[in-house]
């Protein structure tokens, strides 16, 4: 399933949020919601590019998007650009396998049991 443009936007308030990790959380919440319509989550990511507008953003992004998922992480493209709609900082795209997260190995090197 390819998973496209995403952003970090309040849906009660259709605002961004003020914090940089409140926006993150918000925009993997959205990404996971539509994972979950289509009866995967999000460790069934395979592949995943964040568009971000400040770079410096990279370490509040990772705080809130390394706890969301329970196994491997998928391989991720974090890009910079000049500006995204709506006033975000990040947009996020992805890739997913149904039942990708229980072939993943863990982050140990273990592969999971099934």
Do not use: W
Request: hydrophobic share 40%.
């Amino acid at each position: 399933m390819y998973v496209s443009g995403h952003l970090g936007i309040d849906p009660k308030s259709g605002k961004v949020p003020s914090s940089p990790e409140e926006e993150a959380l918000q925009v993997m919440r959205s990404v996971e919601r539509t994972l979950q319509d289509a009866g995967m989550t999000l460790d069934d990511l395979v592949s995943v590019e964040v568009y971000c507008t400040d770079l410096k953003l990279y370490s509040a992004f990772n705080r809130t998007y390394a706890p969301l998922f329970h196994r491997a992480y998928p391989a991720r493209d974090f890009i910079g650009v000049k500006e995204l709609l709506f006033g975000a900082h990040f947009e996020v795209m992805g890739v997913a396998v149904r039942h990708a997260g229980e072939n993943k190995k863990s982050t140990d090197g273990a592969v999971p049991s099934r």
